[in-house]
């Protein structure tokens, strides 16, 4: 057990990765959802670790189903940082 000024000095925030980090992501994983926090979000779980998925992501691999449904892998892009942030989502053949 320790103190107070032990535990906090050990502490270190749980860091939040983005599947934009990941080499590709694949339609076959599981998206679920972190809904007790301030700012709820949808992550993958990969080698044990979350990784964030924005609804952006989502709804760009939706519009390219809708042309290409076969396509089971993609690739995430990501520019910029904070409100500035923008992905771009590319089908991997």
């Known amino acids: 057990m320790s103190n107070l000024k032990e535990t906090a000095e050990k502490y270190e925030a749980p860091k939040l990765r983005n599947v934009a980090d990941l080499e590709f992501i694949?339609?076959?994983?599981e998206v679920q959802e972190e809904l007790d926090v301030e700012f709820p979000y949808k992550y993958i779980m990969f080698n044990g670790e979350r990784y964030k998925?924005?609804?952006?992501?989502?709804?760009?691999?939706?519009?390219?189903?809708?042309?290409?449904p076969n396509i089971?892998?993609?690739?995430?892009?990501?520019?910029?940082?904070?409100?500035?942030?923008?992905?771009?989502?590319?089908p991997l053949m």
Do not use: M, R
């Open 72 to 90: 089971t892998k993609f690739k995430v892009i990501k520019k910029g940082e904070g409100l500035k942030t923008k992905y771009t989502t590319l």
């Open 26 to 29: 694949s339609t076959d994983w």
């Open 53 to 68: 998925i924005n609804n952006s992501i989502i709804a760009d691999i939706k519009q390219i189903l809708i042309v290409s």
